[in-house]
């Protein structure tokens, strides 16, 4: 039987959840002889289809937002705006009253990373020993909860989780296919460093390494800050993605950042919170509160809201709107 995983793409929380229900499920639950997986981003409109999923087998959500859909096996997710109506949510609660759903479907916002999430359920539910994963744990932590030591360690990229993560945030697609599915059996086995030094990785990274290296000019050229709020846009030179810790490296003294981007498939409104900011929690604003406004989501700290591509003018105006909130 085939587990198909959905999984949050272009993320390195995204994979590493995916790498550790993979591991779980193959050790503790054993129904599968086989596992594929599917990324999933956030977009407008409808996130899910019902014909990606399985009919046959089962099928796993992990670091994304709810289905109810009646083939959905298995759910994990850690983010505040984890459902995406009232019916869905109340879908998810009448599982969890009822206990039809107690051991499948499992949701704590107060989780730094689902990764981490998923390790706590698997080891105390289940009896997984989650040992041997303990660096991707750590590492999907730091990396989800921003816990670089400074935005310096966090846009220079020394350690091999912070270059996994540009590469697979923003390497190409290869056929419309993310790159980051090869990654996720390799992250079941392997450290970091091994997925590392795989040929197809460093093929990645020298280009992508280049590119990181002119997005922090870019970026440079086009941020202002004001009123601790650093803002830009940067949608004429369309990109898959960018290192979200450069504002702060170029504006140390930003609390927040309102970042207007494109790639191939949206426009986007990045909002994020400096990591590394004086402030009290009680002092700084909810940014999935103020994302959901517009349709989007995320963290308290951190949030984005997707455009279609022909809906820039409206992307752009969120983007004021959201940098005037956050001066006030």
């Given at each position: 039987?085939?587990?198909?995983?959905?999984?949050?793409?272009?993320?390195?929380?995204?994979?590493?959840?995916?790498?550790?229900?993979?591991?779980?499920?193959?050790?503790?639950?054993?129904?599968?002889?086989?596992?594929?997986?599917?990324?999933?981003?956030?977009?407008?409109?409808?996130?899910?289809?019902?014909?990606?999923?399985?009919?046959?087998?089962?099928n796993a959500v992990v670091d994304f937002k709810y289905s109810s859909s009646p083939r959905v096996t298995w759910w994990f997710d850690h983010h505040l705006s984890a459902f995406m109506t009232a019916r869905e949510e109340e879908a998810f609660r009448r599982g969890q009253a009822d206990g039809s759903q107690t051991m499948r479907q499992?949701?704590?916002?107060?989780?730094?990373?689902?990764?981490?999430?998923?390790?706590?359920?698997?080891?105390?539910?289940?009896?997984?020993?989650?040992?041997?994963?303990?660096?991707?744990?750590?590492?999907?932590?730091?990396?989800?909860?921003?816990?670089?030591?400074?935005?310096?360690?966090?846009?220079?990229?020394?350690?091999?989780?912070?270059?996994?993560?540009?590469?697979?945030?923003?390497?190409?697609?290869?056929?419309?296919?993310?790159?980051?599915?090869?990654?996720?059996?390799?992250?079941?086995?392997?450290?970091?460093?091994?997925?590392?030094?795989?040929?197809?990785?460093?093929?990645?990274?020298?280009?992508?390494?280049?590119?990181?290296?002119?997005?922090?000019?870019?970026?440079?050229?086009?941020?202002?800050?004001?009123?601790?709020?650093?803002?830009?846009?940067?949608?004429?030179?369309?990109?898959?993605?960018y290192n979200k810790f450069i504002p702060y490296y170029l504006f140390p003294q930003g609390t927040y950042n309102v970042g207007l981007s494109k790639s191939s498939f949206r426009t986007k409104v990045s909002v994020g919170?400096?990591?590394?900011?004086?402030?009290?929690?009680?002092?700084?604003?909810?940014?999935?509160?103020?994302?959901?406004?517009?349709?989007?989501?995320?963290?308290?700290?951190?949030?984005?809201?997707?455009?279609?591509?022909?809906?820039?003018?409206?992307?752009?105006?969120?983007?004021?709107?959201?940098?005037?909130?956050?001066?006030?």
């Amino acid at each position: 039987m085939n587990c198909r995983v959905f999984y949050h793409d272009k993320c390195f929380d995204g994979a590493c959840s995916a790498a550790l229900f993979t591991r779980f499920h193959r050790e503790c639950v054993r129904t599968a002889n086989r596992y594929d997986y599917h990324g999933l981003v956030h977009r407008a409109g409808a996130l899910y289809e019902e014909e990606w999923f399985e009919t046959q087998g089962e099928n796993a959500v992990v670091d994304f937002k709810y289905s109810s859909s009646p083939r959905v096996t298995w759910w994990f997710d850690h983010h505040l705006s984890a459902f995406m109506t009232a019916r869905e949510e109340e879908a998810f609660r009448r599982g969890q009253a009822d206990g039809s759903q107690t051991m499948r479907q499992f949701f704590d916002p107060t989780y730094t990373s689902c990764t981490g999430w998923i390790a706590h359920i698997a080891s105390t539910k289940f009896g997984m020993d989650v040992a041997p994963l303990k660096e991707l744990i750590r590492w999907a932590d730091i990396v989800d909860g921003a816990k670089y030591e400074s935005a310096k360690a966090a846009v220079e990229m020394a350690e091999p989780a912070m270059k996994l993560t540009m590469v697979i945030e923003s390497a190409p697609d290869e056929c419309g296919v993310s790159v980051s599915r090869k990654f996720i059996p390799l992250l079941t086995e392997m450290s970091l460093q091994q997925v590392l030094d795989q040929p197809f990785v460093q093929e990645l990274l020298g280009p992508l390494m280049e590119r990181h290296w002119a997005g922090l000019e870019l970026i440079r050229e086009r941020a202002v800050c004001e009123r601790e709020v650093i803002s830009f846009d940067i949608t004429d030179q369309p990109t898959e993605g960018y290192n979200k810790f450069i504002p702060y490296y170029l504006f140390p003294q930003g609390t927040y950042n309102v970042g207007l981007s494109k790639s191939s498939f949206r426009t986007k409104v990045s909002v994020g919170t400096n990591p590394w900011t004086t402030k009290s929690a009680e002092e700084l604003a909810n940014i999935a509160g103020i994302c959901e406004r517009y349709g989007g989501g995320g963290h308290a700290r951190v949030g984005a809201i997707s455009f279609p591509v022909e809906r820039e003018a409206e992307a752009r105006s969120a983007a004021r709107e959201i940098v005037e909130v956050l001066k006030s």
